[in-house]
């Protein structure tokens, strides 16, 4: 799901993550907030500030607990469940990293690879150039490739009222959104600095077409979603509904968190593509998470690679690696995963370093709420931000809400 404002991602398409009474669950292991009470605690005050509902699980070698708050439909009354499924946004981008390590741990591609050598010139223009980005770049955002969801005219088609309900059904190609990006110049020379692209993604998508034959949403469900048997998972394209059990999304589609609330569950993923389209629950999210930080899914050297980071700039407490991030909670507890944001839906997915206790959560509205506190109360056993902070969608990417929002929703600690 940052106006800038953020979106489904991490901090703009991001489009820039959400939690009803407690579902159940195991105990966790002896440590601060092992009965989750903060964890709890946390997701109400999300609520309370102003999030329509929001969902959360966690799994550790206890078991698995959930917990909701609030409602999943505001005109109906009825509350979040355990076992919706949401738009996830950019923790999309964690799926389509781990495919670029598998292939090159298959000797297919190297991550030092050029994006020309795999789409020639299909990054060019405006001082843009392809064959001086490497692919590792694309992943850990340090292409200095313009973010596709911070152009104005994109925000105002997708993001905001009057656009939105004019071209929520749109269809994009992932040529589309990077011609977007290319009416810009350069955030920064290749390998200069840090900012989270969208359109890094996008491309990586691409990249995955052209080596294996086969569409990116292909190779994700032959790969990950298969083998993890993750039922609840799924790669939507240009499908506009989200399978049930599922709640409605919504947004304010506007810059501010004042006005009219809109339902938005339906629209076409497409503008996110391999940067944030997928879908998927909190329980799958936690169990991908767990299988990645454990080895299940990526060689030694090529996790080693996916968790090795670099300073993600303004966003505090954060390194990101590929489609990974290590965020440092106050309590010094480092865990690894992403966030994500689009439309109607904020996320976030994570887990610690050994795989060992994950947590995955959902707000069914981008405009308010704090993410940060939830991580904060799950892992350190306090509340940590403060409640009602913000928490938008997505890194750099569809920006609708304020920096600050799209920086939390990133993953940055605490974030106040």
Known sequence: ????????????????????????AAAGPTRPGSDHSATRKAVEAAVEAGVP???????????????????GDLRMGTPRSAADRYRVASITKTFVSTVLL???????LSLDDTVDRWLPGVVRGHGHDGRRITLRQLLNHTSGIYNYTSDDDFVRAYFLKDGFFRHRYDTLTPRDLVAIALRHEPAFAPGTSWEYSNTNYVVAGMVIEKVTGRPYATEIRHRIIGPLHLTATSVPGT???????????????APTAEGPTYDVTTLNPSLAYSAGEMISDSADLDRFYSALLRGRLLPAKQLTEMKTTVRAVGIPHTGYGLGLMDTQLSCGVHVWGHSGGIQGSISFAVTTADGRRSLAFNF??????GMAAVLEAEFCGETGATPGSASSSVPKGLRYRTAHRARELLGGGKGN
């Open 239 to 253: 499908r506009v509904t989200v399978p049930r059990p599922s709640s409605r999304a919504y947004s304010k589609l």
């Open 364 to 369: 069914n509205g981008d405009w308010a709420g």
């Open 102 to 108: 598998q292939l090159e741990a298959e000797g297919r």
């Open 53 to 71: 509902g929001a969902t959360a699980t966690t799994k550790d070698a206890r078991g698995s607990w959930s917990t909701t708050a609030g409602v």
């Open 1 to 24: 799901m940052n106006v800038r404002t953020t979106l489904v991602g991490g901090a703009a398409l991001l489009l820039s993550a959400a939690l009803a009474g407690p579902a159940g």
